[in-house]
């Protein structure tokens, strides 16, 4: 069923045919994740229901930002309240959510990362994040980034990010080095090894790029802790930790990107606490603001901080998203919602690897907590990517009521990715695996349809 409107906002979200086919030719997209089939009326917890009255139940939390769920209560009626009170105020001024909003970070993040300075998206707080080390490396301004980390879509973060398809923006990208990082189920250095010799391969690759660099001074490393959208690859924890006595033995700045990772969807509140490894400086954003735009720097005591004008922004000090942050990290704790992530994500690939045992295209299941993918190959020994395979589960997947994500976008992958709200429930859990059961004998039967 449709939400019913109020007079204030019926206006905006209704439309005729003529009007929607206008603002489609209007639009001049970019995006990743392509046409959506249909348009979207409301959400609720870990459904989205569209303006034909369809439910979906949504294993992509949107751009794995909606943690906590679709219109959260808490979060809307805090929201809705201090729209009423201010909107704007530029970054100079103080106001309370802001302050607050400091302080909660500053105690929930890990080891000495104790200050923090706000911005709206994840890409320009990565950014921010690469300014922070450059000021504190003064001189030095190489990246090192592991090859498949995804950190954004401006042109700093491009460069640090693997590389866009039909790449044409290359000149404005500045100089990084790019390492291999343990992707365990094809390791980088031969399929043969086990994870540790694949970590060990990769450090003292990485070691060798140091000492071998170039193009001057490296400032930091920066690397997702978990590489999202470039695969769903998970490290083992001894590569964390030996990347971090790495930068401590060159004296480099470990940048943690927990953009995704942040917030729980790991089944802990940031992967940090999960490997026991404090980095220098940690970005997050996404789960953050339970749906409203806002991302932070956490930055060690060790550092110095931005000086002023470093990196500062018209809306980068936006109490409704700020209000919203603080909402959503009050509804993860009073709800136990990184438990919850935990306890659905042991449910859903326990499930997921009995599975595998039935269907001879998942070739490896991963996790932890919600942040699940199934790598889908054509053949179990060569690991052919079933990438063909993978878009169609995603695309048909859709039309059986189930959102599910794709990785790397643009069809580039071979990775099917269920990313829900921490509040999918037990029974949307189950129907989800089914739709899933269900598209893969059908793929494993009759093929791919022509
Ligand atoms: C790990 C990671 N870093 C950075 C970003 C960029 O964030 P934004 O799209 O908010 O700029 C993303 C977005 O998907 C991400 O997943």
Request: glycine content about 10%.
């Amino acid at each position: 069923m449709t939400a019913p409107l109020s007079p204030a906002l019926a206006p905006y979200q209704t439309a005729t045919a003529e009007e929607l086919a206008a603002g489609r030719r209007a639009l001049m997209g970019g995006g990743v994740a392509g046409q959506a089939a249909f348009i979207v009326d409301h959400g609720a917890g870990a459904v989205v229901v569209d303006t034909e009255g369809r439910e979906y139940i949504d294993c992509t939390s949107q751009a794995w930002s909606l943690g906590i769920g679709y219109a959260h209560p808490k979060v809307a009626a805090a929201v809705a309240e201090q729209v009423h009170r201010y909107t704007h105020i530029r970054t100079g001024f103080e106001t309370i959510p802001k302050l607050l909003l400091a302080r909660r970070l500053a105690a929930l993040a890990p080891g000495d990362l104790n200050r923090v300075a706000f911005t709206l998206s994840g890409s320009d707080a990565i950014e921010g994040a690469m300014k922070l080390a450059m000021r504190n490396r003064s001189g030095a301004s190489t990246f090192l980034s592991l090859w498949e980390g995804y950190h954004g879509r401006t042109f700093g973060t491009m460069a640090v990010s693997w590389p866009h398809p039909d790449n044409i923006f290359g000149r404005w990208m500045g100089p990084v080095l790019r390492v291999p990082a343990p992707y365990t189920y094809r390791c980088p250095f031969g399929d043969g090894m086990t994870s540790e010799e694949c970590v060990e391969a990769c450090v003292q690759f990485t070691r060798q790029a140091i000492l071998h660099a170039v193009d001057g001074p490296i400032a930091a490393l920066i690397m997702e802790p978990f590489q999202g959208n470039g695969g769903m690859i998970e490290f083992p924890s001894s590569y964390h930790r030996k990347m971090r006595d790495l930068c401590d033995e060159f004296g480099l700045i470990l940048i943690w990107d927990e953009i995704q990772t942040g917030f729980g969807r790991m089944g802990a509140m940031f992967a940090a606490d999960l490997y026991g490894v404090v980095p220098d400086i940690m970005v997050i954003g996404k789960g953050l603001g339970g749906g409203f735009p806002i991302s932070a720097i956490l930055v060690s005591d060790r550092l110095t901080g931005f000086r002023p004008g470093d990196h500062s922004f018209t809306h980068a000090h936006f109490p409704p998203s700020m209000v919203a942050a603080l909402a959503t990290i009050d509804a993860i704790e009073e709800e136990g919602l990184i438990e919850k992530c935990r306890t659905m994500g042991d449910y859903f690939t326990s499930r997921l690897r009995s599975m595998q045992e039935r269907h001879r295209l998942i070739g490896d299941v991963r996790g932890p907590g919600l942040m699940i993918a199934l790598e889908l190959v054509r053949d179990r020994i060569s690991k052919e990517p079933a990438r063909r395979e993978a878009a169609w589960v995603v695309h048909e997947g859709m039309r059986r009521g189930v959102i599910f994500g794709e990785s790397k976008y643009l069809g580039l992958g071979n990775v099917v990715k269920i990313k829900p709200p921490f509040v999918i429930t037990t029974a949307q859990a189950d129907r989800v695996l089914a739709v899933l059961d269900e598209l893969l004998t059908e793929l494993e039967a009759h093929g791919l349809p022509d």
